[in-house]
């Protein structure tokens, strides 16, 4: 299972040739289609059609999670507690990466911060 945060949206939504060929690895790996919290929303989008118009076509593809569990938010709350930074929205990522999933981000020190108190949680830079 692949999440993505806003930097992930943002890579795997830009025009060039690498990412496509990481579109193209993460499919041949299983990894498609990934995940995406709602509330990431907030950070990946500008409300600008023009500008989000690559963001939202990836969207498209991705599973979009928009009722979120209390349960997920409350193991959120513990790791972003447990690692001392991060934001709400990061501590959901990895969260719902758990148990066993993979984070694609641009933020990496955060998302490993707090995925070093999660179950079996990768984060890949994006």
Known sequence: ML???????SRLSERSRSAAALLAALR????????????VLI???QRDSAKDAS???LLKACDVIEEIP????????ELRTLARRGSAIDALVVAAA?????????????LW?????????????A
């Open 98 to 110: 758990e148990p066993g999933g993979s984070v694609l981000t641009a933020d990496t020190a955060d």
């Open 113 to 125: 911060a707090l995925a070093r108190h999660a179950h079996d949680v990768v984060v890949e830079s």
């Open 28 to 39: 041949s790996k299983g990894l498609w289609p990934p995940i995406v919290p709602s509330p």
């Open 55 to 57: 963001a939202n076509r």
């Open 70 to 77: 209390q349960s997920l938010a409350r193991r959120a709350a």
């Open 3 to 9: 999440v993505l945060d806003s930097g992930g949206i």
């Open 43 to 45: 950070e990946a989008l």
